[in-house]
């Protein structure tokens, strides 16, 4: 199995960079092939252009997103990691997707219906957050989030979305309990994928 794990967090030792060497890990253990992208490491530019909307248009994608729509093409599993800020993905991957989930690569328009391209493809995203789960859980910004990126997003696109997991309070948690998540981070793989 291809595992293309998309990374946005700009710090290289933050918690979500434990996730993302957990998934590593666990999916190489398991003998799928694993390429990451770390956005901040590659340089990635989040700004959808004008010049982007004419090269589409034309059919002359920029070279960057050709590249990123390669490693997408290539995947049977994509999988996020990133924090969560303002309640959304981090500026660099909500850039991400408007660039490289791009219409006519990742969805169509059928009698003015849309229609995901990226059918066959299971998703998995694993969130940080600095407040507690039960602080999101209960104003129900948990299912706002899901509902914008399991559904606006993946299955928008055609993808299923296997787990969206949340880690929460991560700069205030315990040791054991960071070790925790990992651990589930593992399971989850195995598990599912």
Known sequence: MNHLVVFAHPNPKSFCKGIVET???AS????DNVTVRNLYEIGFDPILKPADFEALQSGNISEDIKVEQEH???ADVITFVYPVWWVSLPA????????????????????????????GKKALLFCTTGSPNEY???????????????????????????SHTFFGAVPSVPDETRKEYLKEVEKIIKDNI
Do not use: C
């Not at 129900?140 to 914008?148: A, D, E, L, R, V």
């Not at 997003?153 to 299923?160: H, S």
């Open 23 to 25: 998934i590593e890990a």
């Open 28 to 31: 190489k253990e398991k003998g």
């Open 72 to 74: 997408i093409k290539w």
């Open 92 to 119: 660099i991957l909500k850039g991400y997707v408007d660039r490289v989930f791009s219409y006519g690569f990742a969805y169509e328009s059928v009698d003015g219906v849309p229609r995901g391209l990226l059918n």
């Open 136 to 162: 999101y859980a209960q104003n129900g910004m948990h299912n706002s989030m899901k509902q914008t990126t399991d559904a606006g997003i993946f299955n928008f696109t055609g993808m299923e979305v296997i």
